[in-house]
């Protein structure tokens, strides 16, 4: 096929090809038989292709359908499945929440008692505001008799 009909194929197909091609295609048996060709084929294809109007809708559902076959034959590694959502998996993180609940509960509670092993209850009961203590230790020991005062 010669380049004028190659870049006039198209606009031909469509019926606004130039006059050059016309003339080249009269003129050159190849070009004629591919272009003959072309036109029968388009024909054909013409005929298959449905109008605007016609063109079907999907039913509902299908493209949830297609997905769900698309992601069903996917091959799934054992990682994720791990992470994956579904019962299986909200178990697992009420599970870890449940154990890093218990974790923190039972930090904090061994970390209630102060450096000296003592809790607030026993330096309050401890405290004399009568008799001299170290320096260092007064501020603490107020601190907690200040926390722990009720009306």
Do not use: W
Request: hydrophobic residues 45%.
């Amino acid at each position: 096929m010669h380049e004028v009909v190659r870049n006039e194929l198209e606009r031909h197909l469509s019926g606004k090809a130039s006059e050059a091609f016309y003339m080249h295609v009269a003129k050159c048996e190849a070009c004629r038989a591919e272009v003959a060709e072309m036109d029968e084929l388009s024909a054909v294809l013409c005929e298959l292709s449905p109008s605007l109007g016609e063109v079907p809708e999907p039913s509902l559902g299908f493209y949830t359908r297609v997905a769900a076959t698309i992601r069903e034959q996917q091959p799934r590694s054992p990682f994720a499945r791990l992470f994956s959502p579904g019962q299986a998996f909200f178990q697992r993180v009420a599970f870890a929440s449940l154990l890093l609940i218990a974790g923190l509960g039972s930090v904090l509670i061994s970390n209630e008692m102060n450096e000296d092993g003592l809790d607030a209850t026993t330096i309050m009961a401890q405290y004399d505001g009568a008799t001299a203590h170290a320096s260092a230790a007064e501020p603490d020991r107020l601190l907690v008799t200040l926390a722990a005062y009720h009306q």
